[in-house]
């Protein structure tokens, strides 16, 4: 087997596992390397011939299943509406305290939806202002359990622009970083993607969003209260809440507490940074990954072999 088609095969495995097909363009943005437009086309029409995937419409699968296809156009439209609703919430959010971006993750970032998503941010704070920042935005989502919209405030990914750069390298979070839509934070994202132009190396063909960013607008009120902790006060407030934040995940981690989802909670926590724990569902989801395209590469080799 070819490597075009053994690439081909390796990048719908990794969005199979989400059960969300590709266009022929989104393949080419997801590849793991160049290659010339008409040797990729033919690899990928040879592969639909072999039954090795499949093409329905515009969209091309490891499964022979239309469901995917209708499941797929039905999420993308709800998408759609979900991404102006997170432009909506990001304009109150960047009026935090210490806020210096936001952008859109998770499913949404790749303009999917379904009725249990919610709306995913990453967070970029001031240097060594993340656990000051972080603390005042989780005590106002509380409220919003009031109204039922705490599904809106997923604030779930934080880094300071102390270390801007993640610290995971792999194909799981170079797709997350080059799928990120910046709402606000233009000059702090610009940073933020030179640090991790890493994630080139897995994906070559794929263009950062920058231009989605608005520029960053202090008002008033946001440079009056960062005043107050722009001092040793403010750095021992933030060390201190990184430790009772830590403590408290901890603490939720040893009971095996779960989400609405059925996971067990988990925090990853630093001075620079607060996010999913890696080990949680990251490292699964890698060997998973890893698992399935061995499996693909082997039935493929078999079907060149008879």
Sequence with gaps: MSEIKKNILSTLAYFDLFNYPLTLDEILLYFPVKCETGDFEYALRSLVTERLIYHFDKFYTLKNDYFLIERRVKGNTKAAG?????????????????????????????????????????????????????????????????????????????????????????MYTAIEVATLIPLHGDTVFEQFYLANAWSREYLPNKCLRLSTAKSLKKSFLKRFSEALFNNRLGESVDTMLMKITAQRWLRKLQMKKQNARGIVMCLDTGKHYAKPDPRNFQDKLIVKYQNRVSQLLERGESSVAH
Excluded at 87 to 93: A, D, G, I, M, T
Excluded at 100 to 112: D, E, T, V, W
Excluded at 124 to 143: D, G, Q, V
Excluded at 152 to 170: A, G, S, W
Aim: glycine share 2%.
């Design 82 to 170: 979900m991404i102006i609703t997170a432009r909506k919430v990001s304009e109150l959010l960047i009026r935090f305290p210490y806020v210096r971006g936001i952008a859109i993750s998770g499913s949404l970032s790749k303009n999917f939806a379904d009725e249990n998503s919610d709306i995913d941010l990453f967070i970029i704070t001031a240097k060594n202002k993340l656990w000051i920042a972080r603390t005042i935005m989780h005590c106002f989502k509380k409220l919003t359990f009031l109204v039922n919209r705490q599904h809106y405030f997923c604030m779930n990914y934080y880094i300071d622009e102390q270390e801007l750069q993640i610290r995971e390298k792999n």
